[in-house]
């Protein structure tokens, strides 16, 4: 089994920040991607940030420049630094990662439950 557990949410003022940690446990032979997505009501989910699996970044244009994803010293961990948030940003926000437990040749991936992201004006 494997879980992904995300932690940071909160409730915040249109220029702050907030820092978003996922931690992925369980039967993990290997991790190849790992990032963040989000879901504000009514609309779908989209990518916010990601490290893709030649280790390069991704970024949605309408937070480059504000948020900055980041691996944690503990293995199999990412954080996401979200700075000049704005009220647009409020959404639930999913830890996602691409993964091959052990035992299973396939890649399967995962979703943690979610995180609320609240941004006041």
């Known amino acids: 089994q494997v879980q992904l557990v995300e932690s940071g949410g909160g409730l915040v003022q249109a220029g702050g920040s907030l820092r978003l940690s996922c931690a992925a446990s369980g039967s993990i032979y290997s991790n190849n991607a790992m990032g963040w997505y989000r879901q504000a009501p009514g609309k779908q989910r989209e990518l916010v940030a990601q490290f893709t699996s030649s280790g390069s970044t991704n970024y949605a244009t309408s937070v480059k420049g504000r948020f900055t994803i980041s691996r944690g010293n503990a293995k199999n961990t990412v954080s996401l630094q979200m700075n000049s948030l704005k009220p647009e940003d409020t959404a639930v926000y999913y830890c996602?990662?691409?993964?091959?437990?052990?035992?299973?040749?396939?890649?399967?991936?995962?979703w943690g439950r979610g995180t609320q992201v609240t941004v006041s004006s």
């Open positions: 996602n990662a691409n993964i091959r437990a052990y035992a299973i040749s396939s890649w399967t991936s995962y």
